[in-house]
């Protein structure tokens, strides 16, 4: 699919969905598939969600912190997705909470159940941190987690007296970031680290959701100049309510374009966003497509109506 990338006139639709809260069935993640299916997805990307840490009240007072994983399932979803669909699944993998060790057995995994594609990236620091901490004995930069996994790919595993050992065939995506990653501190230093993930091996890059099509055209002049060659796939996000006007820019560390928040202030209603939301992204998807980019990635966030109103206008 990657070479297909490179020269395609046909950009692909794919898009990115989380894991239902724990709790829910598989049935809730196909009822979120089944209508984006008409619109032939190449791909579905599964997010990986990381354990939180809540204190519970005890007797006497004493608190007892409690680590709970609110959205688990990740790899059992890509299974079902490929079973179900027939069409390639590809978890994310991150680098928070995970010793290598623990990494190494996860990719084993996957390579037992014929997921060869992987998002390698490095997470977000849990809320209780000040900044991301790796694990002891884990990756620390989603950089030393691509080079696990193209060990991996070579048949080289953690324990050096494996002899034969099964090479894997993993396709690795990495992250970039059109307004830089928050952390760091500026483009070309972010640009830098993006570049050597692709030098470590990583195959192509899935950009952070933006909104302002000149920033992802300068991000990809940017990353060119830099020496990165790989495929660049945008992310998209439809605004669909009054919340992800203030919550989007404050999570994702985006800035949305005069123009659009010119319109969204005549809104009063979460229908009337979504309008203005959907119209955004169906413009901003015909340009990249224009531009041509080679797929675009939708981000659902679990609602699939919007992206699928806007797939059937773009593809
Ligand atoms: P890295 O590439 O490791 O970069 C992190 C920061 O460190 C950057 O500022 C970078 O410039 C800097 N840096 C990198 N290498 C070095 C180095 N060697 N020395 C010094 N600085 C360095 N999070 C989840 O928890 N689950 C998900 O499923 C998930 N999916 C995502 C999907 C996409 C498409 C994107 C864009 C993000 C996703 N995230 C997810 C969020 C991501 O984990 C966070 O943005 C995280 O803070 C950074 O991850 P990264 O892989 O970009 O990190």
């Known amino acids: 699919m990657i070479e297909q990338l490179k020269t395609t006139k046909n950009p692909l639709f794919s898009f990115e969905l989380l894991p239902p809260l724990k709790g829910k069935s598989i049935q809730s993640v196909y009822d979120g598939i089944d209508p984006l299916m008409e619109c032939k997805p190449a791909f579905v990307n599964v997010t990986y969600h990381r354990e939180e840490f809540v204190y519970k009240k005890r ?15 990740t790899v059992g979803i890509c299974a079902a997705i490929m079973n179900k669909y027939k069409i390639e699944a590809i978890p994310h ?5 995970f010793t290598k060790e623990e990494t190494e057995n996860a990719l084993i995994d996957l390579n037992f159940l014929g997921i060869d594609n992987v998002l390698a990236l490095r997470g977000d620091p849990i809320k209780t941190e000040s900044h991301f901490a790796a694990e002891k004995g884990g990756n620390e930069y989603a950089v030393d987690l691509v080079k696990q996994i193209v060990e991996l790919n070579h048949g080289k595993y953690m324990d050096e007296n494996l002899v034969n050992a099964n090479p894997t065939n993993f396709s690795i995506g990495v992250s970039g970031y059109p307004e830089k990653h928050f952390e760091a501190p500026n483009l070309k230093a972010d640009i830098r680290h993006l570049k050597e993930k692709i030098d470590a091996g990583a195959d192509y890059v899935v950009t952070q959701l933006f909104y302002d099509n000149q920033k992802f055209f300068d991000f990809v002049d940017a990353c060119r100049a830099a020496g990165i060659e790989v495929p660049i796939v945008p992310g998209i996000k439809p605004i669909e309510s009054m919340r992800h006007i203030t919550f989007l820019p404050k999570f994702f560390n985006i800035d949305l374009p005069c123009d659009l928040t010119d319109e969204l202030e005549k809104c009063t209603t979460n229908d009337q966003v979504r309008v203005v939301g959907t119209e955004w992204a169906i413009q901003q998807s015909k340009e990249l497509i224009a531009y041509g980019s080679p797929c675009l990635h939708y981000y659902t966030m679990g609602k699939s109506t919007t992206v699928k109103e806007i797939a059937q206008a773009v593809f």
């Not at 993998?93 to 909470?97: A, D, K, S």
């Open 59 to 73: 007797e006497k007072g004493f608190l007892e912190k409690i680590s709970i994983k609110k959205r688990p399932g």
């Open 93 to 97: 993998l991150i680098c928070g909470g």
